[in-house]
């Protein structure tokens, strides 16, 4: 745990997905938040190795929304975001929460994840 005693929170998955923005909101809340750029490293446990974080949280997004989302990413095709879901493997398989957020609003989002920060169910070592 951190020195404020809240948990410091962990952010991956492919771009787009949502990562930047609800980092963004958890530090506007005060929350110790690191956005993890797993997804481009080759490294499979990098999130760990340069974070560790108390709560690990996977946001999922589909290609098309992924897509959507970084229109101004002309280059990014479905191999791109295949790559991406392969770097990401080891972070979702150890993910303490996973979101899908296709359909969910940012704030959707931010209060699922809040949702469980606040509950406690990230205590790894039970």
């Known amino acids: ?11 991956v998955g492919p771009c787009g ?3 930047s923005t609800l980092t963004q909101k958890l ?3 005060g929350y110790p938040t ?3 750029a797993q997804e481009h490293s080759y490294v499979k446990d990098m999130w760990k190795r340069l974070t560790n974080p108390d709560v690990l949280i996977f946001l999922q997004a589909s290609f098309a929304v992924t897509k959507q989302r970084r229109s101004q990413m002309i280059y990014w ?3 791109d975001y295949e790559e991406q879901q392969r ?5 979702k398989k150890y993910a303490d929460l996973f979101l899908e957020t ?5 704030q959707e989002v931010i209060n ?4 469980f920060i606040k509950k406690g169910q990230h205590d790894r070592s039970t």
């Open 1 to 11: 745990m951190t020195v404020s005693n809240l948990p410091f929170i962990g952010v």
């Open 17 to 19: 997905s949502g990562k």
């Open 27 to 29: 530090d506007d809340l």
């Open 34 to 36: 690191r956005q993890i």
């Open 77 to 79: 095709t479905e191999v």
């Open 87 to 91: 770097r990401l493997a080891h972070a």
């Open 102 to 106: 296709d359909n969910l609003t940012i």
């Open 112 to 115: 699922h994840a809040l949702a």
